[in-house]
């Protein structure tokens, strides 16, 4: 190959060549090893930080389980009964809220599934806030709400001029109707989210019976769980949200976020907590956490669950998991300072809100599980001066994914696709958090998870099926590739000369990299 090359290029390549590794070693040793090890320090002092949070909500979570601490035994909690005298009016009266966006795939079974709530009719308002832009759908939900009016359902259906606030600008535009007034809680349910009719008869007794209690929270169930590897995925860390880190919150009367559907409010609580504010993308945790500080407790209930579905195209989810990542990091540098000077709830509530609830699950988990195992790590390969103990890269990481896969039993044979899956979303997450905190770019973007719904689906299927052909720039994702392409050079390095043995995690984590950054993942729809 030398031969073939002239000399001239092959001086010029040579001279480069020297140049390059000189100016690499002479910044090497005083620059490149010091920087390199503080980052390991930081990085296995955030692993240190996540592991003992997990550790400690593992305990926690089997002690509830071992001693069946249901919240039914934990609050007063009695069946509603008919009273004879007062008739229907001993029930109270509950709004649902469905909030939706140009949602043509699943309003009817939203809006299906609200009417179909089992409570009296007297004692139920279903509220339709539609801030659809399409003026198809629109007609279309304004016809369904109709056919239900027309079955004797008390169902408003609400719009407005603008989409000011997004979702809680129209929550916050909802409450204003004079019939809110007559209302003392109000259901939300986001537009893919189908309740049991039997929902309201589960949840309301914990606010009719406790009035310190604000806010009853049910847990979602994925109606799309196995559509795909990457809705598997997102089971897989979902149910530990539900199952351990919502589970958890309540059992320990500390706090945990509502979850932005599938709940139920005190009005007069939401109310003297400010109401909805559209100040960040995350208006549900905002609500919730300024009406913890108001010392309202709240109750989650892990065997209620709500069908609902997960986004099952990449851009969606990734668009999920900006906003689901931006948001909380940004009202973290709203609220800091409101959480520390508020006198109304303990010291210990505090720490639980700032250090473990905002720091170490929204910043630090995101933070660590990309830089250091998708950036550091890869590099020590490169700087073999720098060394990470085995309890950082492998003891530590390990217990962590196995106490995050206790949610989900019948995934753990996907534990390592589940493991390389997470990592190149938490590239993502990662920019997301840092967009957050430092309040720039997209930090107030709101783009509503596109549904497919179950009719969809078919149609895409067959639409696949018939037309195999897609534009492939539009399936190119750079930023993987990057990173991608930085950790295989790394993965071949460490074969080639290193001592870590990293090569084989390298390697397979560089290829999902690839898989997600050519667009194989999740449901394929063209022109999506």
Not at 229 to 254: D, I, K, P
Not at 438 to 454: A, M, S, Y
Not at 476 to 499: N, P, T
Not at 502 to 525: D, E, H
Request: charged share 20%.
């Amino acid at each position: 190959m030398t031969a073939l090359l002239p000399e001239s290029f092959q001086g010029t390549r040579d001279d480069i060549t020297e140049q390059i590794g000189f100016i690499w070693g002479q910044i090497k040793a005083p620059l490149i090893v010091p920087l390199l090890k503080v980052a390991v320090f930081i990085c296995l002092s955030m692993s240190i930080m996540l592991f003992v949070e997990r550790v400690y909500m593992a305990v926690v979570i089997t002690f509830v389980k071992l001693i069946g601490y249901k919240p039914e035994k934990r609050y007063k909690w009695d069946p509603i009964r008919d009273d004879v005298e007062l008739g229907n009016s001993a029930y109270p009266m509950v709004l649902v809220q469905i909030p939706m966006y140009n949602e043509k795939e699943v309003y009817q079974l939203s809006i299906g599934a609200a009417c179909g709530l089992s409570w009296p009719s007297d004692r139920i308002i279903i509220q339709v806030l539609d801030d659809s832009t399409d003026p198809v759908i629109k007609n279309l939900v304004e016809l369904e709400c109709q056919r239900w009016a027309s079955k004797g359902i008390n169902i408003k259906y609400e719009i407005r001029d603008n989409r000011n606030g997004y979702k809680a600008g129209a929550l916050k535009e909802g409450m204003k109707h004079s019939y809110v007034k007559e209302c003392d809680y109000i259901a939300i349910f986001d537009a893919d989210f189908q309740p049991e009719p039997d929902y309201l008869w589960r949840t309301i007794p914990f606010l009719l019976y406790n009035p310190n209690i604000a806010l009853v929270q049910a847990r979602w169930k994925f109606v799309n769980a196995d559509e795909c590897l990457m809705t598997r995925m997102q089971e897989m860390s979902l149910n530990y949200h539900f199952t351990v880190e919502q589970e958890v919150g309540s059992s320990t009367y500390a706090f945990f976020g509502f979850n932005g559907t599938a709940g139920v409010w005190r009005i007069s609580a939401l109310n003297e907590a400010g109401g909805w504010k559209d100040r960040t993308t995350v208006e549900d945790m905002d609500l919730a956490v300024r009406a913890s500080l108001n010392g309202w407790k709240f109750v989650y209930v892990g065997d209620l669950k709500v069908k609902s579905e997960l986004p099952s195209t990449f851009k969606a989810y990734r668009y999920q998991q900006h906003r689901w990542s931006c948001g909380p990091a940004n009202l973290f540098r709203k609220m800091v300072m409101d959480i520390v000077k508020n006198k109304k709830v303990t010291l210990w509530k505090k720490i639980h809100v700032i250090y473990n609830f905002f720091f170490v699950r929204k910043i630090v988990a995101h933070i660590v599980t990309f830089i250091f195992y998708c950036v550091i790590m890869p590099a020590t390969v490169l700087v073999p001066e720098v060394d990470i103990p085995k309890w950082g890269a492998v003891y530590i990481p390990s217990t962590i994914t196995i106490l995050n896969a206790i949610g989900t039993p019948r995934s753990l044979h996907l534990l390592v696709f589940w493991i390389l899956f997470e990592n190149v979303m938490a590239m993502h997450r990662t920019i997301a958090t840092f967009i957050g905190l430092l309040e720039v770019g997209r930090v107030n973007e709101w783009v509503v998870t596109e549904k497919l719904g179950d009719g969809v689906k078919g149609k895409v299927a067959n639409k696949v099926a018939k037309k195999p052909r897609f534009r492939f720039g539009e399936r190119l994702h750079l930023s993987e590739l990057g990173v991608g392409a930085y950790l295989f050079f790394c993965g071949c390095y460490d074969l080639s000369f290193g001592k870590n043995h990293y090569y084989l995690y390298l390697y397979l984590q560089s290829f999902a990299f690839f898989i997600m950054g050519f667009g194989y993942v999740g449901t394929f729809v063209p022109n999506s």
